[in-house]
Nanobody
């Protein structure tokens, strides 16, 4: 199971750190991706990190502002978000599976956490 948390309401230019906590001994063998879905829009890729944390990939829209990291000892993946923009407003989901930017590749999904950025 995956549990996403850390969302909230923040002003433009602010920061948030999302967490994705997992249960189970095999978490460290999976890549983890973050995706988001804004109202009326399709779910989109945000960032992904491989099983070891040695590789990461970002959507162009968040490069330089978001950083994904993981602590396998804590079974947790983080998404540090800075310089937030109103267009970052969405429900953010974490997912575990193979290292990919495609949501259909992931096997396990968390419940989502709302991020709202006010202008």
């Amino acid at each position: 199971q995956l549990q996403a948390s850390g969302g909230g309401l923040v002003q433009a230019g602010g920061s948030l750190r999302l967490s994705c906590a997992a249960s189970g001994r095999t978490f460290s063998s999976y890549a983890v991706g973050w995706f988001r879905q804004a109202p009326g829009k399709e779910r989109e890729f945000v960032a992904a990190i491989n099983w070891s944390g040695g590789s990461a990939n970002y959507a162009d829209s968040v490069k330089g502002r978001f950083t994904i990291s993981r602590d396998n000892a804590k079974n947790t993946v983080y998404l540090q978000m800075i310089s937030l923009k109103p267009e970052d407003t969405a429900v953010y989901y974490c997912a575990a599976g193979p290292y990919s930017s495609y949501d259909w590749a992931y096997n396990y999904w968390g419940q989502g956490t709302q991020v709202t950025v006010s202008s």
